[in-house]
């Protein structure tokens, strides 16, 4: 007995063993094989480009089936989405059968989906990049039928269950300008998703809905609750609420009916919104303003409803009949640490449309009336038919004493309103009387008055309106007073606007004639940190190394292509970058996303300044397009090289200039992401011109000067400087210019200087009257190198080649070599054996004399040269040696001539 005891323990045992054994290989042995499945299916079935750091395999945390891990897994878009992640994930776990690895197949059960992040996006034109299924496997049904061999994918999908822990959504709606934003995302979805019909119950928190429609944040941050039964119906893809429970902050409601696809894009509803048990309290809870901390212990009183449902076909331009409405009766509010309350509110909203067409969508609120600290305030909207012909009638009248406002409502620490507003406003207005200009069908009076606001917060400049009033008619709307500061910065305006209810409604273009003026405007003040330090704010503007703020990108302006104004600026002084203008004035349009200055002048720069030009971001927003004509009179080398960097960066010679100069010049740009990018690719041609200027201590010229051991060019002062500069490919490039240096001297040069600061020119120099001899007065030179780092050369081979021309050799042995040549046929007619044997000496003697001439003065020059520095001597060690050169070569000549006279001798 013991004995079969012990043995069927020990037979136990070793199963078991082999059994755990199994378990832990199995992981091994299919990782490998998984992996290479996933990487398979990705690529046959996804346009999108799959990465994951590691994967993992483990047959334990979901015995008895295998749970594949993704460990930080992303997927990407390509294309025109390309650099978008459409999903990405802290890790995925899917969990698969281990009966159907073991034969190959592997069959989806569950997902688990931690930290995920999900980017939905509709591009403008309706392309969406979530389609990323290639259209050949997304005719496959994920069905058993497809673990048969001869399946296009080993992967087939009999999910149970779908998990999300800490996950987020974004919906970026670009075509609708609608975004909504899912945070913290927890919940799970659990049914037969590979049945006909299944019931599928859902559970979810989430710990932040934002929803934002034209840049308004209707949902900020509130926090959502979703559970539901649903019966599916896979085959006819309908889903039926059996029970449901929604919650957003306070607000609880419940949908009932049904959702059906038809077709490929169709969508059948049959849905009702309830929330039969809303109060006043809880429709405050998810207004973004009004869920504070201290909201818990608000005061309300007052009863609410809200209520709607959507029923029929969406498809195309078909819309289903739908109808939302929300009523409040005689509510109040208070916050329990504030004195006064918000009383007699009373909201009577709905948004209704019968079906079929969009535009039979009607938005009616016809009650919306409050009283603060005993002023009434009252106002109503209707908009009908909003798609073909816009039918607007609103109404408005009432007081809103803004210094009330912190007695019944939390303002942030720090935060300061008073002013008041004033409103008495009526509108009725079809879209199709406007757009014909039937003025007497159109309704339009009152006013909106605005005094003695002040706005502070610790967050932004201080914003007072001394006075602002718009007066409405049926043509336009009477600006008859604008007087704003913000911060130092003050404006006031006075003027126009027409075709305002085009604009509200339509979208249409806003047209306007304005008459602005200012004492003080500091653009620095209302743009991005990049932008202001980009255009100036430099440690060490000439080095050659881009600074920080260079490379910082920063959101250029884009000009609204719905506006049409006439602006005539009259501003006593204007800052941007390190920029000072005064007593700016010309005519400025704003047109089809376009600025446009015409004839715009100025105090910059310590001159005058003329402008003609325009900033556009009509055909490409993220890169404007700028175009100048400027025309700059005796303006200062240094205060523009103080305050212009591309100055700094193009022309840092500035920096080493004394006096003022004048330019015109017509320019090209690309705006970009930062400011080299955009000087790259900038064109432009122009004259600078300067009549008296003192230059001093440029580093190219101290060299130069060291070399000839003079100071001349150290320090010099030039008149009447004409230098034509064209800049391309982001180089200035400068054509042949000269700068008198005094003495009768003179510097030529011709060249370019890059954004990096390399500089590349050649000229010459004429030596003042002091330096220069008959042998010695132009120099030819090169400079290359950098600004801070130049490198002096010399261009021998011209300077020989002017030391050479004419008879300057025959000038420095006394005499021409022909006149020598003479003497010798002369002395051939003596004795014929003492002639030949004299006409040898006499040639080898001329030839040793010429040589010996040659050297003799070829030490005189360099000698001549020697005072007047390195570069002096070593043109004149060149020169020389090319004299001894030429005069070997005439001394064979006295040689070669000898021996042609000696055989006419002898042949005699």
Same mark, same amino acid.
């Given at each position: 007995?013991?004995?079969?005891?012990?043995?069927?323990?020990?037979?136990?045992?070793?199963?078991?063993?082999?059994?755990?054994?199994?378990?832990?290989?199995?992981?091994?042995?299919?990782?490998?094989?998984?992996?290479?499945?996933?990487?398979?299916?990705?690529?046959?079935?996804?346009?999108?480009?799959?990465?994951?750091?590691?994967?993992?395999?483990?047959?334990?945390?979901?015995?008895?089936?295998?749970?594949?891990?993704?460990?930080?897994?992303?997927?990407?878009?390509?294309?025109?989405?390309?650099?978008?992640?459409?999903?990405?994930?802290?890790?995925?776990?899917?969990?698969?059968?281990?009966?159907?690895?073991?034969?190959?197949?592997?069959?989806?059960?569950?997902?688990?989906?931690?930290?995920?992040?999900?980017?939905?996006?509709?591009?403008?034109?309706?392309?969406?990049?979530?389609?990323?299924?290639?259209?050949?496997?997304?005719?496959?049904?994920?069905?058993?039928?497809?673990?048969?061999?001869?399946?296009?994918?080993?992967?087939?999908?009999?999910?149970?269950?779908?998990?999300?822990?800490?996950?987020?959504?974004?919906?970026?709606?670009?075509?609708?300008?609608?975004?909504?934003?899912?945070?913290?995302?927890?919940?799970?979805?659990?049914?037969?998703?590979?049945?006909?019909?299944?019931?599928?119950?859902?559970?979810?928190?989430?710990?932040?809905?934002?929803?934002?429609?034209?840049?308004?944040?209707?949902?900020?941050?509130?926090?959502?609750?979703?559970?539901?039964?649903?019966?599916?119906?896979?085959?006819?893809?309908?889903?039926?609420?059996?029970?449901?429970?929604?919650?957003?902050?306070?607000?609880?409601?419940?949908?009932?009916?049904?959702?059906? &696809?038809? *077709? /490929?894009?169709?969508?059948? =509803? $049959?849905? %009702? @919104?309830?929330?039969?048990?809303?109060? #006043?309290?809880?429709?405050?809870?998810?207004?973004?303003?009004?869920?504070?901390?201290?909201?818990?212990?608000?005061?309300?009183?007052?009863?609410?409803?809200?209520?709607?449902?959507?029923?029929?076909? &969406?498809? *195309? /331009?078909?819309?289903?009949? =739908? $109808?939302? %409405? @929300?009523?409040?009766?005689?509510?109040? #509010?208070?916050?329990?640490?504030?004195?006064?309350?918000?009383?007699?509110?009373?909201?009577?909203?709905?948004?209704?449309?019968?079906?079929?067409?969009?535009?039979?969508?009607?938005?009616?609120?016809?009650?919306?009336?409050?009283?603060?600290?005993?002023?009434?305030?009252?106002?109503?909207?209707?908009?009908?038919?909003?798609?073909?012909?816009?039918?607007?009638?609103?109404?408005?009248?009432?007081?809103?004493?803004?210094?009330?406002?912190?007695?019944?409502?939390?303002?942030?620490?720090?935060?300061?309103?008073?002013?008041?507003?004033?409103?008495?406003?009526?509108?009725?207005?079809?879209?199709?009387?406007?757009?014909?200009?039937?003025?007497?069908?159109?309704?339009?009076?009152?006013?909106?008055?605005?005094?003695?606001?002040?706005?502070?917060?610790?967050?932004?400049?201080?914003?007072?309106?001394?006075?602002?009033?718009?007066?409405?008619?049926?043509?336009?709307?009477?600006?008859?007073?604008?007087?704003?500061?913000?911060?130092?910065?003050?404006?006031?305006?006075?003027?126009?606007?027409?075709?305002?209810?085009?604009?509200?409604?339509?979208?249409?273009?806003?047209?306007?004639?304005?008459?602005?003026?200012?004492?003080?405007?500091?653009?620095?003040?209302?743009?991005?940190?990049?932008?202001?330090?980009?255009?100036?704010?430099?440690?060490?503007?000439?080095?050659?190394?881009?600074?920080?703020?260079?490379?910082?990108?920063?959101?250029?302006?884009?000009?609204?292509?719905?506006?049409?104004?006439?602006?005539?600026?009259?501003?006593?002084?204007?800052?941007?970058?390190?920029?000072?203008?005064?007593?700016?004035?010309?005519?400025?349009?704003?047109?089809?996303?376009?600025?446009?200055?015409?004839?715009?002048?100025?105090?910059?720069?310590?001159?005058?300044?003329?402008?003609?030009?325009?900033?556009?971001?009509?055909?490409?927003?993220?890169?404007?397009?700028?175009?100048?004509?400027?025309?700059?009179?005796?303006?200062?080398?240094?205060?523009?090289?103080?305050?212009?960097?591309?100055?700094?960066?193009?022309?840092?010679?500035?920096?080493?200039?004394?006096?003022?100069?004048?330019?015109?010049?017509?320019?090209?740009?690309?705006?970009?992401?930062?400011?080299?990018?955009?000087?790259?690719?900038?064109?432009?041609?122009?004259?600078?011109?300067?009549?008296?200027?003192?230059?001093?201590?440029?580093?190219?010229?101290?060299?130069?000067?060291?070399?000839?051991?003079?100071?001349?060019?150290?320090?010099?002062?030039?008149?009447?400087?004409?230098?034509?500069?064209?800049?391309?490919?982001?180089?200035?490039?400068?054509?042949?210019?000269?700068?008198?240096?005094?003495?009768?001297?003179?510097?030529?040069?011709?060249?370019?200087?890059?954004?990096?600061?390399?500089?590349?020119?050649?000229?010459?120099?004429?030596?003042?009257?002091?330096?220069?001899?008959?042998?010695?007065?132009?120099?030819?030179?090169?400079?290359?190198?950098?600004?801070?780092?130049?490198?002096?050369?010399?261009?021998?081979?011209?300077?020989?080649?002017?030391?050479?021309?004419?008879?300057?050799?025959?000038?420095?042995?006394?005499?021409?070599?022909?006149?020598?040549?003479?003497?010798?046929?002369?002395?051939?007619?003596?004795?014929?054996?003492?002639?030949?044997?004299?006409?040898?000496?006499?040639?080898?003697?001329?030839?040793?004399?010429?040589?010996?001439?040659?050297?003799?003065?070829?030490?005189?020059?360099?000698?001549?040269?020697?005072?007047?520095?390195?570069?002096?001597?070593?043109?004149?060690?060149?020169?020389?040696?090319?004299?001894?050169?030429?005069?070997?070569?005439?001394?064979?000549?006295?040689?070669?001539?000898?021996?042609?006279?000696?055989?006419?001798?002898?042949?005699?």
């Amino acid at each position: 007995m013991k004995k079969g005891v012990k043995k069927g323990l020990i037979i136990g045992g070793g199963v078991f063993v082999l059994l755990l054994a199994i378990m832990i290989s199995i992981p091994f042995l299919f990782k490998d094989k998984i992996k290479d499945a996933v990487i398979d299916a990705a690529n046959k079935n996804l346009n999108a480009e799959l990465h994951v750091k590691d994967f993992g395999v483990s047959i334990f945390s979901n015995f008895p089936n295998i749970t594949l891990s993704l460990e930080d897994m992303s997927l990407s878009g390509i294309g025109d989405f390309a650099g978008d992640t459409l999903v990405r994930a802290k890790s995925a776990n899917v969990t698969l059968n281990i009966m159907q690895v073991l034969k190959g197949n592997y069959e989806v059960s569950k997902i688990n989906m931690n930290g995920a992040v999900v980017y939905a996006k509709v591009l403008t034109d309706g392309r969406v990049n979530w389609g990323i299924v290639k259209v050949d496997s997304a005719e496959v049904t994920p069905t058993a039928d497809n673990n048969k061999e001869g399946s296009s994918s080993s992967f087939n999908l009999k999910l149970q269950k779908v998990s999300l822990d800490n996950c987020q959504l974004t919906y970026d709606d670009q075509q609708s300008n609608m975004k909504v934003i899912l945070n913290n995302w927890n919940g799970e979805v659990s049914g037969d998703f590979s049945a006909n019909n299944t019931t599928l119950k859902t559970k979810s928190t989430i710990g932040e809905v934002s929803f934002i429609m034209d840049g308004i944040p209707y949902l900020s941050k509130i926090k959502g609750l979703a559970n539901a039964t649903i019966d599916a119906d896979m085959e006819k893809i309908k889903f039926t609420f059996v029970e449901s429970d929604l919650q957003l902050n306070d607000v609880k409601a419940s949908i009932d009916g049904s959702l059906a &696809m038809v *077709g /490929e894009e169709g969508m059948d =509803f $049959d849905l %009702k @919104l309830k929330a039969p048990e809303t109060q #006043f309290k809880d429709i405050l809870s998810i207004l973004p303003a009004m869920y504070t901390e201290d909201f818990k212990d608000i005061k309300t009183s007052g009863t609410a409803s809200m209520d709607g449902f959507i029923k029929g076909l &969406m498809q *195309g /331009e078909q819309y289903p009949a =739908f $109808d939302f %409405k @929300l009523l409040i009766n005689n509510a109040m #509010f208070q916050y329990p640490s504030l004195p006064k309350s918000v009383d007699n509110i009373n909201v009577e909203m709905a948004i209704s449309n019968k079906g079929g067409s969009f535009d039979n969508t009607i938005i009616d609120i016809s009650k919306f009336n409050f009283t603060m600290a005993g002023n009434p305030f009252a106002a109503s909207l209707n908009i009908q038919t909003p798609m073909s012909d816009p039918n607007l009638k609103a109404h408005m009248k009432g007081i809103i004493d803004l210094a009330v406002i912190k007695e019944v409502y939390p303002l942030d620490k720090g935060t300061e309103l008073n002013g008041k507003l004033t409103a008495d406003l009526d509108i009725a207005a079809r879209m199709s009387a406007i757009e014909k200009e039937q003025y007497q069908n159109v309704h339009a009076s009152g006013a909106l008055k605005m005094n003695n606001m002040i706005y502070k917060s610790s967050d932004m400049q201080d914003i007072v309106i001394n006075n602002a009033e718009l007066g409405f008619t049926p043509q336009y709307v009477n600006l008859s007073s604008l007087d704003v500061k913000i911060g130092k910065n003050d404006i006031s305006a006075t003027g126009r606007l027409e075709n305002f209810i085009a604009y509200a409604l339509k979208d249409q273009t806003l047209k306007g004639q304005l008459s602005l003026k200012s004492n003080y405007f500091n653009l620095n003040d209302f743009m991005g940190e990049s932008t202001v330090a980009a255009s100036g704010n430099q440690q060490n503007p000439t080095d050659a190394t881009p600074t920080t703020s260079s490379n910082q990108s920063s959101e250029n302006f884009v000009v609204p292509t719905n506006l049409n104004f006439a602006l005539n600026a009259d501003m006593k002084h204007v800052i941007y970058g390190k920029v000072d203008i005064t007593n700016l004035k010309g005519a400025i349009t704003v047109k089809d996303g376009t600025i446009t200055m015409q004839d715009v002048t100025g105090n910059a720069l310590g001159g005058t300044a003329k402008v003609t030009g325009s900033y556009s971001t009509a055909i490409d927003p993220k890169n404007p397009k700028v175009t100048l004509n400027a025309n700059i009179n005796k303006a200062s080398f240094a205060e523009t090289f103080k305050s212009v960097e591309s100055i700094q960066k193009f022309a840092p010679v500035f920096d080493k200039v004394l006096g003022n100069y004048s330019m015109s010049m017509n320019m090209n740009a690309s705006m970009s992401d930062n400011l080299l990018q955009m000087l790259s690719r900038l064109t432009a041609s122009g004259v600078l011109q300067a009549n008296d200027v003192q230059v001093e201590g440029v580093e190219a010229l101290n060299k130069l000067s060291s070399s000839l051991k003079t100071d001349a060019l150290k320090s010099f002062s030039a008149k009447d400087v004409s230098i034509p500069f064209s800049i391309n490919d982001g180089k200035i490039n400068t054509k042949p210019f000269s700068i008198g240096i005094g003495d009768g001297g003179k510097l030529n040069l011709e060249g370019t200087t890059g954004l990096d600061q390399s500089i590349n020119y050649k000229g010459s120099i004429t030596l003042p009257k002091s330096m220069a001899n008959a042998y010695l007065s132009n120099i030819p030179i090169t400079i290359g190198g950098t600004f801070s780092d130049p490198k002096i050369g010399v261009d021998t081979k011209s300077l020989i080649g002017n030391l050479l021309t004419g008879d300057t050799v025959g000038k420095l042995l006394g005499g021409s070599a022909s006149d020598k040549q003479e003497d010798l046929t002369a002395k051939a007619g003596e004795e014929k054996a003492k002639q030949i044997q004299k006409l040898r000496d006499d040639a080898k003697t001329a030839n040793d004399k010429l040589v010996e001439e040659a050297q003799k003065r070829g030490q005189q020059l360099v000698s001549a040269a020697e005072p007047k520095g390195a570069l002096a001597k070593l043109a004149a060690q060149k020169a020389a040696e090319q004299l001894v050169s030429e005069a070997k070569k005439n001394g064979k000549k006295f040689t070669d001539e000898a021996e042609v006279q000696i055989k006419k001798l002898e042949a005699q």
